[in-house]
């Protein structure tokens, strides 16, 4: 988290596209770093053919 924090310095959205798993690690990891949920956009996806 202390390293990510001052990424987002200034952030007014953030966006996150990967498996379900990834997004909702991003997603956590960006909510305990500071970010409000609702600047928050995810895009997951599963497994394919």
């Known amino acids: 988290m202390d390293e990510v924090a001052p990424l987002l310095a200034g952030a007014e959205v ?3 596209c990967g498996s ?4 909702e690690f991003a997603e956590d990891l960006l909510i305990a770093s500071g970010l409000s949920p609702e600047a928050i956009r995810v895009e997951r996806f599963g497994v394919t053919g």
């Open 14 to 16: 953030a966006y996150v």
């Open 20 to 23: 379900s798993r990834f997004a």
